[in-house]
């Protein structure tokens, strides 16, 4: 069974920095790709980065673009979104997911989700 389990979530001022970890267990394939999306109420689930374990390739969503970076950790079977300059937009349950291959942040091609880790950003 797949399972994927985010921590780091939190409440910040703006400007600050949180860094959310999401760890895999459970999927059998060794190079993976690996997201973050989010959602805040009455909207869709975005995607904010993705990484493919395999080469290390990522994909950002402009809107954080410079001040959010995804990477990872095969050992841990770990995967981190390290959020600087955080925006009173970037408020949002973000919520990890896997797929055996990136298809540009498509939220349907993601099989498998974790429950989601708040952050919230006030000024």
């Known amino acids: 069974q797949v399972q994927l389990a985010e921590s780091g979530g939190g409440s910040v001022q703006v400007g600050e920095s949180l860094r959310l970890s999401c760890e895999v267990s459970?999927?059998?394939?060794?190079?993976?790709?690996m997201a973050w999306f989010r959602q805040t109420p009455g909207k869709e689930r975005e995607g904010v980065a993705e990484?493919?374990?395999?080469?290390?390739?990522?994909l950002y969503d402009d809107s954080v673009k410079g001040r959010f970076s995804i990477s990872h950790d095969n050992t841990k079977n770990t995967v981190y979104l390290q959020m600087n300059d955080l925006k009173p937009e970037d408020t949002a349950i973000y919520f990890c997911?896997?797929?055996?291959?990136?298809?540009?942040?498509?939220?349907?091609?993601?099989?498998?989700w974790g429950q989601g880790t708040q952050v919230t950003v006030f000024s």
């Open positions: 990484i493919y374990t395999g080469d290390g390739s990522v």
């Open positions: 997911a896997v797929s055996i291959n990136c298809w540009g942040l498509r939220e349907r091609s993601y099989g498998h």
């Open positions: 459970g999927y059998r394939y060794g190079s993976k790709c």
